[in-house]
T-cell receptor, first 112, second 115 residues
Framework: GENVEQHPSTLSVQEGDSAVIKCTYS??????FPWYKQELGKGPQLIID?????GEKKDQRIAVTLNKTAKHFSLHITETQPEDSAVYFC???????????FGTGTSLTVIP | EAGVAQSPRYKIIEKRQSVAFWCNPI?????LYWYQQILGQGPKLLIQ????????DSQLPKDRFSAERLKGVDSTLKIQPAKLEDSAVYLC?????????????FGEGSRLTVL
């Protein structure tokens, strides 16, 4: 099955700086890559996603890039704010398949 | 629009006891998932339903875990007997489509502690 690796496991940034989280996947058939944000005591919530026919997608302060050749994708958060502090999970899914394969998560702390 | 509802939020049991978790997905969502999230790890799929049929239960420890989705709406996940390693958050999620082509909506989870 698919194997998703995520780095770093923890990340601390100063408010206003940028944060980057990277994921790699193993199955070249994966074609859908969502990112989820999980706040303490809550379930994960989708923040952005990208499909394999697109190299980059941006939504205000967050962006995701995908390199299909290298099988990696990244989440970029610019102008970080304290409310961005949470655990972020990447995931990969094979279109028409049954599973989302999640990374191990990155705990992001934005220091005011 | 109401979100995915789960109960109970917290449960503490002794090993070898049984426990059941309940999930009510978003109205109209055909697909329902149960995930296990161990502390410090990403969610791992236990079982996926489409309407009231099982699509994937390959990672469900069937000797102790069972799940059903009544009438294609609510779902119950049961563990009997529980082991220490079952301590985790059990997340229910639902999605509108039949396949993984869109957003998963997660509930807040049920945190299980097995002593």
């Amino acid at each position: 099955g698919e194997n998703v690796e995520q780095h770093p496991s923890t990340l601390s940034v100063q408010e206003g700086d940028s944060a980057v989280i990277k994921c790699t996947y193993s199955d070249s058939a994966s074609n859908y890559f969502p990112w989820y944000k999980q706040e303490l005591g809550k379930g994960p919530q989708l923040i952005i996603d990208i499909r394999s026919n697109v190299g980059e997608k941006k939504d205000q302060r967050i962006a995701v890039t995908l390199n299909k050749t290298a099988k990696h994708f990244s989440l970029h958060i610019t102008e970080t704010q304290p409310e961005d502090s949470a655990v972020y999970f990447c995931a990969a899914s094979i279109g028409g398949g049954n599973q989302f394969y999640f990374g191990t998560g990155t705990s992001l702390t934005v220091i005011p | 629009e109401a979100g995915v509802a789960q109960s109970p939020r917290y449960k503490i049991i002794e090993k070898r006891q049984s426990v059941a978790f309940w999930c009510n997905p978003i109205s109209g969502h055909a697909t329902l998932y149960w995930y296990q999230q161990i502390l410090g790890q990403g969610p791992k799929l236990l079982i996926q339903f489409q309407n009231n049929g099982v699509v994937d239960d390959s990672q469900l420890p069937k000797d102790r875990f069972s799940a059903e989705r009544l009438k294609g709406v609510d779902s119950t996940l049961k563990i009997q007997p529980a082991k220490l390693e079952d301590s985790a958050v059990y997340l229910c999620a639902s999605s509108l489509g039949a396949a993984n082509t869109g957003e998963l909506f997660f509930g807040e989870g049920s945190r299980l502690t097995v002593l």
